[in-house]
C-alpha cells in the first residue's frame, strides 16, 4: 500500500522533504482545501520529479481550469475530487491524456521532460500516458453511478472521500455507521472489477487497521500536515505533563 501525506498548510519545499524522509510514499499536495498557488505547486511536483519522489496533486475541482496546469507542471499522479459521472470523467480524460484517448493540448517542454525542447512526437513519447488519473467519489450521487465511472478509459483509479461521502450519506455523526461501510465497499467492488486503484482519504484509522486489505485499499492519505503536528503536539505534552514526569524546565535542561 501507498501511504501519502496531504499538505493543506506548509506550502515550502520542507514538507516535500519531511515527507519523504518520514517514510510517506508520497505527498499530496491539497489545491482543494490548500492555499496553494499555482507556482508553489509546480515548484513541488517539479522538486518531486527531480527527487525521484512522487507528489500527487489534488486539484480544485472537476472542472477547474487548473487541471491542465498540474498535468503540464509534473505531477506524478491528478486527484480530482467531487466526481458524479461518467459524463465529467471523460471531460478530464480529454485534458489529461494525449490523442486519441483524449485531446490534451501539446504543451511547450515541460518538467516531465526535463524542459528539454524536442520535437511534439518525441515531446509526447516521453510524456507518456501522463500523470496517474484518480478521481474522488465523495457524494450519493457520484456513489450511484460510480460503475459508469469506474468504466471510462483513461483514468487508473477510485478514491473515496470519506468525510464528505458521509455528510453527503447524512452519517456524518456516525462515522461507524455500517450504511458508510457499505458504501465504501461498493466504491472499492467497482474498482477492483476494472482493475482499478482503490484508494481513500479520510478514512478512519480503525477502519483503515480492521478494512484496508479486504477493501484492496492501495493508495492512502493517512493525514494532512495540521493534522500530525496537533496530534503529535499534544501527545507529546500529555506526556509530559503525565503525574512523575519531568517539569517543562527539567525537560528542556535535559534535553541541550
Known amino acids: 500500500m501507498r501511504i501519502g501525506l496531504c499538505a493543506c498548510t506548509v506550502r515550502s519545499l520542507e514538507i516535500l522533504a519531511i515527507a519523504r524522509h518520514a517514510g510517506y510514499d508520497f505527498l499530496l499536495v491539497d489545491m482543494e482545501h490548500g492555499m496553494f498557488s499555482m507556482a508553489e505547486t509546480a515548484a513541488l511536483c517539479l522538486a518531486g520529479r527531480e527527487a525521484g519522489y512522487p507528489v500527487h496533486v489534488r486539484a480544485p475541482g472537476p472542472s477547474s481550469a487548473l487541471v491542465s496546469r498540474i498535468v503540464d507542471c509534473g505531477a506524478a499522479g491528478l486527484v480530482v475530487p467531487h466526481v458524479e459521472s461518467a459524463e465529467v470523467v471523460r471531460a478530464l480524460v480529454a485534458k489529461v491524456r494525449f490523442a486519441p484517448l483524449?485531446?490534451?493540448?501539446?504543451?511547450?517542454?515541460?518538467?516531465?521532460?526535463?524542459?528539454?525542447?524536442?520535437?511534439?512526437?518525441?515531446?509526447?513519447?516521453?510524456?507518456?500516458?501522463?500523470?496517474?488519473?484518480?478521481?474522488m467519489i465523495e457524494?450519493?450521487?457520484?456513489?450511484?453511478?460510480?460503475?459508469?465511472?469506474a468504466a471510462v478509459a483513461g483514468i487508473d483509479g477510485l478514491v473515496v472521500g470519506t468525510n464528505d461521502l458521509a455528510s453527503s450519506l447524512d452519517l456524518h455523526t456516525r462515522p461507524d455507521a455500517p450504511e458508510l461501510a457499505a458504501a465504501i465497499e461498493t466504491i472499492a467492488g467497482a474498482a477492483a472489477r476494472r482493475g482499478l486503484v482503490f484508494g481513500a482519504m479520510g478514512m478512519p484509522e480503525s477502519m483503515i487497521r480492521t478494512r484496508s486489505d479486504a477493501l484492496g485499499t492501495s493508495w492512502l492519505v493517512a493525514t494532512n500536515d495540521v493534522n500530525l503536528i496537533f496530534e503529535a503536539g499534544r501527545e507529546l505534552l500529555a506526556r509530559l505533563r503525565a503525574p512523575g514526569a519531568s517539569t517543562t524546565h527539567e525537560t528542556r535542561e535535559r534535553d541541550r
Do not use: K, N, Q, Y
Open 139 to 149: 457524494s450519493a450521487r457520484g456513489l450511484s453511478a460510480v460503475d459508469e465511472i
Open 102 to 135: 483524449g485531446a490534451r493540448s501539446v504543451p511547450p517542454p515541460v518538467a516531465a521532460t526535463g524542459f528539454v525542447p524536442m520535437p511534439t512526437a518525441a515531446l509526447r513519447e516521453a510524456v507518456g500516458r501522463g500523470p496517474e488519473l484518480l478521481v
